[in-house]
C-alpha cells in the first residue's frame, strides 16, 4: 500500500506564503499521478491542483490558479504545493492523494490513496 503524509501547514497572515509537502513510501512513486485538495470547516473536499508522474503536466482550480504551483520529485518520492497571496478562504484541511495513473483528476473519487491531512490557516 502506499502511504502519504503531508507537512507544512500553519498559521500565515493573508498574503503570506507557505509550502505543503507530502511524502509518500510503499510503491514506485514515479508511477502515480498525485493532487491536492482541501476541505474547510462546513465544506465539501474540493479539488486543487493535480500533477502527472513525470511531473510534465499540471492543472489547477480556478481558485488558486496563478497563486498556487504543485511539483513533485520523484528521487524524495514527495508532492509540493507552493502557496502564494494566500486568502482567508484558503483556510481549510489540505491532503494529498496519489492515483494509479499517468494524470491525475480533479474528482476524488478517482484516486486511490489519502494522507491525513494538514491544517492552514489563514488569518485577515
Known amino acids: 500500500q502506499v502511504q502519504l503524509v503531508e507537512s507544512g501547514g500553519g498559521l500565515v497572515q493573508a498574503g503570506g506564503s507557505l509550502r505543503l509537502s507530502c511524502v509518500a513510501s510503499g510503491r514506485t512513486f514515479s508511477s502515480y499521478a498525485m493532487g491536492w485538495f482541501r476541505q474547510a470547516p462546513g465544506k465539501e473536499r474540493k479539488f486543487i491542483a493535480a500533477i502527472s508522474w513525470s511531473g510534465s503536466s499540471t492543472y489547477y482550480a480556478d481558485s488558486v490558479k496563478g497563486r498556487f504551483t504543485i511539483s513533485r520529485d520523484n528521487a524524495k518520492k514527495t508532492v509540493y504545493l507552493q502557496m502564494n497571496s494566500l486568502k482567508p478562504e484558503d483556510t481549510a484541511v489540505y491532503y494529498c492523494?496519489?492515483?494509479?495513473?499517468?494524470?491525475?483528476?480533479?474528482?476524488?473519487?478517482?484516486?486511490?490513496?489519502w494522507g491525513q491531512g494538514t491544517q492552514v490557516t489563514v488569518s485577515s
Open positions: 492523494a496519489a492515483l494509479k495513473k499517468a494524470y491525475g483528476s480533479s474528482l476524488f473519487g478517482e484516486y486511490d490513496y
